[in-house]
Nanobody, 124 residues
């Protein structure tokens, strides 16, 4: 069983930056594909960014491409999401996800483990 704990969310102004972290325990982190998803009020959960187990391959939603960067530190069992130039549309609960057999990074059904989420609120 894998436990995922997100941190780093908060309330910021448009144009500000945040760095989200997701720390994993309970399994070999380096063998897991990791991703960030988000869910805004009244909306479905959507893919934000994903990263392969070795960190070489990444993928981003068009809505965050160029503004966000996903990375991981396998020695620390931690994944990060650096978010810059934040917009009010980025307001959502951000979830960390992990999976051992992820075929398609943006596909939420491929992930086996989910964190509890961290709130990001961006005001204009």
């Amino acid at each position: 069983q894998v436990q995922l704990v997100e941190s780093g969310g908060g309330s910021v102004q448009a144009g500000d930056s945040l760095r989200l972290s997701c720390t994993a325990s309970g399994a070999a982190f380096s063998g897991l594909v990791m991703a960030w998803f988000r869910q805004a009020p009244g909306s479905e959960r959507e893919f934000v960014a994903g990263i392969s187990w070795g960190g070489r391959d990444t993928d981003y939603a068009d809505s965050v491409k160029g503004r966000c960067s996903i990375s991981r530190d396998n020695a620390a069992s931690t994944m990060y999401l650096q978010m810059n130039s934040l917009k009010p549309d980025d307001t959502a609960v951000y979830y960390c996800a992990a999976g051992a057999l992820v075929i398609n990074l943006p596909q939420s059904a491929d992930y086996d483990y989910w964190g509890q989420g961290t709130q990001v609120s961006v005001s204009s």
